[in-house]
């Protein structure tokens, strides 16, 4: 199948991720319903799309891609738990739209390495040390991210161009840090706008 347009369609392993693993491999269900987005599979692997979708951003079938939770789930409040799933072929698809102004693929994965496009970066937050009283006694059980502040750790080409790095320790615009667990690593995905500095 061959796609018109900027559609990609991705196949999934499971809609939610729905389970705990604990270090002794212990694995348990949850509940999802009550934070579907939340709970949303963000990850899955390309499966059709036409050259142009290539030569633009990249993506080759096969590849590993990171998406807006909507893309598993209806983006209606009224009818949230709705898959947006199609039977296409014999296989369950999920239909993910690229634009320069909406873009619900946020990144790639090839041969282990993570592929930014369009605007997209990924920040690291930076966790803040539990602060001690005089006599060395902790004043917190957890540390605390540092407000706004994050390390970029995946970058596209535009934000090469523009002077950030991989590392860098940057400033970010309120609200713009979007959670999304990438490669295992809890990260936040804005767009090259929202930095606001880079710190050295």
């Keep these: ?35 579907v987005y939340g709970y949303a599979r963000q990850f899955g692997i390309a499966r059709h799309m036409n050259s142009s979708v290539t030569e633009k951003y990249g993506i080759l079938p096969g590849d590993k891609v990171y998406f807006h939770h909507f893309i598993p789930k209806s983006k209606t409040m009224q009818d949230y738990d709705v898959s947006n799933g199609e039977m296409i072929d014999g296989e ?13 693929i946020y990144a790639y994965v090839r041969d282990g390495e993570v592929f930014p496009i369009n605007h997209w970066v990924f920040v690291e937050p930076i966790m ?16 605390e991210e540092e407000k706004n502040m994050g390390r970029l750790v995946h970058i596209n080409d535009d934000a090469r161009e523009i002077g950030m790095s991989v590392g860098d320790k940057v400033m970010f615009t309120k609200d713009s840090e979007y959670p999304i667990t990438v490669e295992g690593k809890k990260l936040y995905r804005m767009r090259n706008d929202d930095i606001m500095a880079i710190f050295p």
């Design 92 to 104: 369950n698809l999920y239909r993910a739209h690229i634009d320069e102004s909406y873009v619900t």
């Design 1 to 35: 199948m061959k796609t018109i347009g900027n559609n990609v369609y991705i196949s999934l392993e499971k809609e939610s991720d729905d389970e705990v693993q604990f270090k002794d491999g212990t694995t348990i269900k949850i509940n999802t319903t009550y934070d």
């Design 128 to 143: 803040k040390d539990i602060p001690k009283s005089s006599s060395g006694i902790y004043l917190g059980t957890a540390p």
